[in-house]
């Protein structure tokens, strides 16, 4: 693994968006915002139940990444169950990777009590169920999967993330392309989607700030029967690479056109919404030309929620995974040690036992965790995913990402980029 960006290098390689993002994230660390949080008591009051929702794509485009997702969102239930003090109630809803369908299913969890959820995932149902229902009405989300930049400008009290926003993964993949790859030239294919534009923006903010030229950015809609003419004008003027933002549904048909009738040989980089290992197969194609970038799971947590996903589920975990499994903690630990379900309490829960400045606890020590934040003592969860430091727009002060090649076996790490 090479460490190959840190925080200072991509500061002078960030586009406008970029920038604008990352603006709250790069403030100094001791003159932090104060976000008009209660302060909690020393004894927290004693709750007898926890809960919390877990609102994922169980099914539609993302559905294949949005199961596991929800299954991870849903581990620390049946983890704990018996070994701590409280009652645990996780709810899941799909969002069916609708817009529509999130906000409603996202209402039913606020209209049940919920004061926290895990998720959305997708960056266009996260982004207007953060808006309108967590903000309104004082629900504490940690999004594991959501990356859209505009996310960082939602209220950081009720909205947070464990997984890094696309404004660090657009410079690691521009760096990749231009600086690995040797392009010069680029085009870009996304969803027309806040995740597909946000990525695609700045990705190609940071690409002419490597010194590369950016020739198509074409926007497509997701699921449709063929994506021929699209390809068409995105490689026209035949660029020396295609960054391609999409979901596995609609992915899948892309390069099943791309394959069939354009040139195989252009290289093509996909993000963390393409990260799967069925893709080639169900492609029918080695996908040998294309390699990509994703958020990394680095937490010091990593190896015991691998196993504990694993006796559970009977597989691996995969992307986003371990930053659910984190996002649930983080919201049990929080309503403990706020001793409360009202939103501000557990909003200001999650930094107490999120941030730097209290006893190490993670994955493998939660029930001495959860009696810490119970009996009101200073914790630091550092989780599967990363250690989780959150800034005052709820993201993440630091990030890793995989890069990764596809095979006709699936994909394989081949390097990081930490930032």
Do not use: K
Not at 166 to 174: R, S
Not at 182 to 188: D, K, P, Y
Not at 191 to 208: H, K, Q, V
């Amino acid at each position: 693994m090479r460490q190959r960006i840190n925080r200072r290098t991509v500061l002078s390689g960030i586009g406008a968006a970029g920038l604008a993002a990352l603006a709250g994230c790069l403030e100094g660390d001791d003159d932090e915002e104060d976000l008009g949080l209660p302060d909690l008591p020393d004894e927290p009051d004693e709750i007898d139940e926890l809960r919390i929702g877990v609102l994922a794509p169980v099914t539609g485009d993302l559905g294949d990444l949005g199961g596991p997702i929800a299954d991870a969102g849903e581990l620390p239930g049946e983890q704990l169950a018996g070994e701590i003090d409280w009652d645990i109630d996780i709810r899941v809803e799909d969002t069916e990777t609708l817009t529509d369908v999130g906000v409603d299913r996202a209402q039913a969890l606020a209209d049940a009590g919920y004061p926290s959820v895990t998720g959305a995932a997708a960056s266009d149902v996260t982004l207007p169920v953060s808006q309108d229902i967590y903000v309104e009405e004082e629900i504490v989300g940690i999004s594991p999967a959501s990356t859209a930049p505009e996310i960082t400008e939602v209220d950081g009290r009720y909205m947070l993330r464990t997984t890094p926003s696309d404004a660090l993964q657009g410079v690691a993949a521009a760096e990749v392309a231009f600086q690995d790859e040797g392009a010069e030239t680029a085009a870009t294919f996304h969803l027309n989607d806040a995740y597909g534009e946000g990525l695609s923006t700045e990705f190609a903010a940071a690409f002419e700030d490597e010194g590369g030229e950016i020739l198509t950015e074409e926007a497509f809609e997701p699921e449709q029967p063929s994506y021929d003419s699209e390809l068409e004008v995105v490689l026209e003027e035949e660029p020396d690479l295609l960054y391609v933002v999409a979901f596995p549904d609609s992915g899948e048909q892309i390069f099943r056109d791309f394959y069939e009738s354009f040139d195989l040989d252009i290289p093509v980089m996909v993000p963390d919404g393409l990260q799967e290992n069925d893709l080639p197969a169900n492609v029918d194609n080695p996908m040998e030309n294309v390699l990509g970038t994703a958020p990394s799971p680095t937490g010091p947590g990593l190896d015991t929620f691998t196993e504990l996903y694993n006796d559970e589920f009977g597989r691996d975990p995969g992307v986003f995974n371990a930053e659910a499994y984190d996002a649930t903690i983080l919201h049990m630990l929080a309503q403990v040690r706020a001793g409360s379900h009202e939103g501000p309490e557990v909003a200001a829960g999650v930094r107490e036992v999120a941030n730097p400045g209290g006893e190490v606890v993670g994955p493998d020590n939660l029930d001495e965790a959860f009696e810490m934040a119970a009996n009101g003592e200073e914790i630091e969860y550092q989780g599967a995913s990363s250690e989780i430091e959150f800034d005052e727009n709820g993201d993440l002060a630091t990030a890793t990402f995989d890069i990764f090649e596809f095979s006709a076996d699936g994909y394989t790490v081949t390097d990081s980029i930490e930032m």
